[in-house]
């Protein structure tokens, strides 16, 4: 990067191809530079003349909109030797990502206006990409849904009707009916159904070591039916829903029927890893909730994108230490990072002709704004937010547990050889992450979420 004395903008990037959305919705690559001001995009077009303090060649490269991650869990408080909120951002950082949405199931909890108020204060100066909170529903604070969502820095209630990873679990109708009754914004759920869970535990617990049950434990009977029970509650009171890490094709046909109220989530996992293989490759490192499961069920998930039933890409980023992963299942613990990883496995996917560019980026971030309401992200435009994902669609590089910065220093994606990579993360309008190389000091900020 150049810097000249007299400016009209604080950054210019310069020569790139940019990602721009027409007013038909169509995606079009544009050699187009963009120029800087105060965090915010000034302007778009031929600026090569204009003065800038410091100049981004991005001769080669691909600008888009900055990315998000609307599911991570990045484990603090409580948790830290899996992840901090330092740690999971870096790698959000060092994979393109520009904002991060984050789960409650932290220990304690964040269930209370006292845990969001510590989470926010962990994250000040701490946080490499911006961010956004989830307060987790229960029991114990259901009379507190309504003002609680509607804290600075929390993007809604999130509610887990089966058992995972941590203590909030609401899973009756009558408590869901109340959480459903409390608040307005939308809430993202995790659909299983517990008592299907607890009825067939004894499927794995009799059999140690057989990981490749996993799916049918946690069945496709256990989702759907926790799926059409969320779903007739939504209907019911109106409360829009947005259904996390979905992985049958039987909730997709139900779901592509009420996307009045409903809006979905699938991961680059499910899309990309296959059972049995995975579980015979993996093993436990191939465990999550839901589980990854056969062929028949990812062909429905990219009919699903294709047809835009799916409207958002979550990584569901949950580590855990190389140590708990070698447990004997089912004492292993669920969940695999995902964070740093799931544009790159995305971009893959692009080149192989899977889906388009353009509509991963409506996945990662022009859905993200809509659904949300994230002022100034979602496209590339004078006025908006200058916060940028840099790509090299053509550089080809493999995947390695090296170069995973989470705590946990492993990828399910580990040997991958992917076509595609984040080559710069514009945050705030500064240039955060270069070439592998993290720049500067922490400037994530909390995001601004209007519904």
């Given at each position: 990067?150049?810097?000249t004395?007299s400016?009209?903008f604080?950054?210019l990037?310069?020569?790139g191809?940019?990602?721009l959305?027409?007013?038909?919705?169509?995606w079009t690559l544009?050699k187009?530079?963009?120029g800087i001001?105060?965090?915010?995009?000034?302007?778009?077009?031929s600026?090569?003349?204009?003065?800038?303090?410091?100049t981004f060649?991005a001769?080669?490269l691909?600008v888009?909109?900055?990315?998000i991650?609307?599911?991570v869990h990045?484990?603090?408080p409580?948790l830290?030797?899996?992840e901090?909120l330092?740690?999971g951002t870096?790698?959000?950082?060092?994979?393109?990502?520009?904002g991060?949405?984050?789960m409650?199931n932290?220990k304690?909890p964040?269930?209370?206006?006292?845990?969001?108020?510590?989470?926010m204060g962990?994250?000040?100066?701490?946080c490499?990409?911006?961010y956004?909170?989830?307060?987790?529903?229960?029991a114990?604070?259901?009379?507190k849904?309504a003002?609680?969502?509607?804290?600075?820095?929390?993007?809604?209630?999130k509610i887990?009707?089966?058992?995972s990873?941590g203590?909030l679990?609401?899973?009756?109708d009558?408590?869901?009916?109340?959480v459903l009754?409390?608040?307005?914004?939308?809430?993202?759920?995790?659909?299983?159904?517990?008592q299907?869970?607890t009825e067939?535990?004894?499927?794995?617990?009799?059999s140690?070591?057989?990981v490749h049950?996993?799916?049918?434990?946690?069945d496709v009977?256990?989702?759907?039916?926790?799926t059409?029970?969320i779903?007739?509650?939504?209907?019911?009171?109106?409360?829009?829903?947005h259904?996390?890490?979905?992985?049958t094709?039987?909730?997709?046909?139900l779901?592509k029927?009420?996307k009045?109220?409903?809006?979905?989530?699938?991961?680059?996992?499910?899309l990309?890893l296959?059972?049995?293989?995975?579980?015979?490759?993996?093993?436990?490192f191939?465990?999550?909730?839901?589980?990854?499961?056969d062929?028949?069920?990812?062909?429905a998930?990219?009919?699903?994108?294709a047809?835009?039933v799916?409207?958002?890409l979550?990584?569901?980023?949950?580590?855990?230490?190389?140590?708990?992963?070698?447990q004997?299942y089912?004492?292993?613990?669920a969940g695999?990072?995902?964070?740093?990883?799931?544009?790159p496995?995305m971009?893959n996917?692009?080149?192989?002709?899977?889906?388009?560019?353009?509509?991963?980026?409506e996945?990662?971030?022009t859905?993200?704004?809509?659904?949300?309401?994230?002022d100034?992200?979602g496209?590339?435009?004078p006025?908006g937010?200058?916060n940028?994902?840099?790509?090299?669609?053509?550089?080809?590089?493999?995947i390695?547990?090296?170069?995973?910065?989470?705590k946990c220093?492993?990828?399910p994606?580990?040997?991958?050889?992917?076509?595609?990579?984040p080559?710069?993360?514009?945050?705030?309008g500064f240039?955060a992450?270069?070439?592998?190389e993290?720049?500067?000091s922490?400037?994530g900020?909390?995001l601004n979420l209007s519904i």
């Amino acid at each position: 990067m150049s810097s000249t004395s007299s400016t009209k903008f604080d950054l210019l990037i310069s020569g790139g191809e940019v990602l721009l959305r027409q007013s038909s919705g169509q995606w079009t690559l544009e050699k187009q530079d963009i120029g800087i001001k105060a965090g915010r995009i000034e302007a778009v077009g031929s600026l090569g003349g204009q003065p800038a303090a410091k100049t981004f060649q991005a001769k080669g490269l691909q600008v888009l909109p900055g990315l998000i991650d609307t599911q991570v869990h990045f484990r603090e408080p409580g948790l830290e030797h899996k992840e901090d909120l330092a740690s999971g951002t870096r790698a959000a950082l060092l994979g393109g990502i520009t904002g991060v949405f984050e789960m409650p199931n932290t220990k304690p909890p964040t269930a209370t206006a006292l845990d969001l108020a510590d989470k926010m204060g962990r994250a000040h100066n701490r946080c490499w990409t911006n961010y956004a909170f989830y307060v987790g529903a229960s029991a114990d604070n259901i009379s507190k849904l309504a003002s609680l969502e509607q804290l600075p820095g929390c993007c809604g209630i999130k509610i887990f009707m089966g058992s995972s990873t941590g203590t909030l679990l609401v899973a009756d109708d009558h408590h869901l009916r109340q959480v459903l009754q409390q608040g307005r914004r939308r809430i993202a759920v995790h659909c299983e159904d517990d008592q299907r869970l607890t009825e067939r535990a004894a499927l794995v617990k009799n059999s140690p070591g057989s990981v490749h049950l996993h799916p049918e434990w946690r069945d496709v009977e256990t989702a759907l039916r926790a799926t059409q029970r969320i779903v007739k509650l939504s209907q019911e009171t109106k409360r829009p829903l947005h259904i996390l890490h979905v992985t049958t094709g039987e909730e997709l046909a139900l779901l592509k029927n009420h996307k009045d109220l409903c809006t979905v989530e699938c991961t680059p996992q499910h899309l990309t890893l296959t059972a049995p293989e995975c579980y015979e490759k993996l093993g436990t490192f191939a465990q999550m909730n839901p589980p990854i499961r056969d062929r028949r069920h990812q062909e429905a998930l990219w009919q699903a994108v294709a047809s835009g039933v799916v409207d958002v890409l979550g990584s569901d980023h949950a580590p855990h230490t190389i140590e708990e992963k070698r447990q004997t299942y089912p004492l292993s613990p669920a969940g695999m990072p995902g964070v740093q990883t799931i544009l790159p496995v995305m971009l893959n996917h692009v080149h192989q002709g899977r889906l388009s560019l353009g509509r991963v980026v409506e996945l990662l971030a022009t859905n993200p704004a809509r659904i949300w309401g994230l002022d100034g992200y979602g496209e590339i435009r004078p006025g908006g937010l200058a916060n940028l994902t840099v790509i090299d669609q053509r550089r080809q590089v493999e995947i390695t547990n090296d170069w995973i910065a989470s705590k946990c220093k492993w990828t399910p994606f580990a040997g991958m050889k992917v076509t595609g990579w984040p080559t710069a993360t514009i945050i705030n309008g500064f240039v955060a992450m270069r070439d592998g190389e993290i720049l500067g000091s922490p400037a994530g900020q909390p995001l601004n979420l209007s519904i």
